[in-house]
């Protein structure tokens, strides 16, 4: 049996070819950096002054990395990051499910008000100073963990993604439900929840993505240099490289160029988010795609 082939007009072609274009070009935008990071962490010193930035390494030396690992803040702030995403993650989860299941109730008492209410966060915030009186002075959780994590616990954006998500589930399923008994928690344990792993698994890694990635609530909240956070301590290796490479090189003979130093840092501060991305992925373009839409 011929297969059918389908003609493309000259159109179509130059869309395609136009699209693939694009496409290629941001890979490689996104692929070179990348490239360039990876391998001056690995260059000795010798290498990146004569050949400044490329993007393979003629030679591969661990010394930035050993630097990095040595460096006593670096497990701390390691340490505090994990706790702060996994704690952080998980409340933020419990929340928003909650949140998300009562707001896409078409039963729920003034529904579309607490709907313009939530939608008025995403656009308009208090400022900064009322919000650190707010956590440091009246709730009285200025260096500690909560304030990294409270003030940030129910993103509006991702509250109305979950629930526009949990409205495409039909009500059938509810109704039959509650005549077997069950009651709300009942359903959203053995209905609702099986059925949004892809739309979890999403504002999961969201969720997760922006507290290890975030530093600046840690400059405001937290002054024990034992409580910081990861990517504030890189910061402060990017940004006082110097004083902060002669600290690391104390009681050391080996001098490691301060670019190597700074982006073996940060190739140990993505690892956790590249290892845990591949597992997510397949649930991330589903549950982006249902989450958005509204019937």
Do not use: C
């Not at 159109?11 to 935008?29: A, K, R, S, T």
């Not at 070179?32 to 010798?46: G, R, Y």
């Not at 609530?217 to 004083?243: A, H, P």
């Amino acid at each position: 049996m011929d297969k059918m082939r389908i003609k493309k007009s000259r159109e179509n072609i130059i869309f395609d070819i136009i699209v693939y274009g694009i496409l290629l070009g941001m890979g490689i935008m996104t692929i070179v950096p990348f490239l360039q990071v990876i391998t001056i962490s690995l260059s000795p010193q010798e290498e990146l002054a004569k050949y400044g930035m490329h993007i393979l390494p003629q030679k591969i030396t661990w010394a930035g990395y050993e630097r990095v690992l040595s460096y006593g803040p670096i497990w701390r702030a390691y340490l505090n990051t994990i706790i702060r995403t996994v704690s952080g993650t998980a409340l933020s989860i419990m929340v928003l499910i909650l949140g998300a299941y009562a707001l896409s109730k078409p039963y729920f008492p003034h529904r579309k008000f607490w709907t313009l209410i939530i939608v008025f966060t995403m656009y308009f915030s208090g400022g900064l100073i009322p919000r650190y009186i707010l956590v440091n002075n009246v709730l009285k959780m200025g260096n500690t963990l909560f304030a990294l994590i409270i003030p940030g616990l129910a993103s509006g954006f991702n509250l109305i993604i979950m629930r526009n998500f949990f409205s495409n589930i039909s009500l059938s399923y509810e109704e039959a439900a509650k005549i077997d008994g069950a009651n709300h928690f009942q359903i959203l344990r053995h209905v609702y929840l099986p059925l949004s792993k892809p739309i979890i698994a999403t504002v999961s890694l969201w969720v997760g993505v922006g507290h290890w990635n975030e530093w600046f609530d840690s400059m405001l909240y937290i002054r024990d240099e034992n409580k910081q956070v990861l990517q504030f301590v890189l910061r402060k290796l990017i940004l006082e490289g110097t004083s902060v490479e002669e600290e690391m090189a104390a009681g050391t003979q080996i001098f490691v160029n301060s670019d190597t130093m700074k982006m073996a840092a940060l190739i140990l501060s993505m690892i956790p988010v590249l290892m845990i991305y591949p597992f997510l992925q397949k649930h991330f373009v589903q549950g982006l795609k249902l989450g958005g839409v509204k019937e």
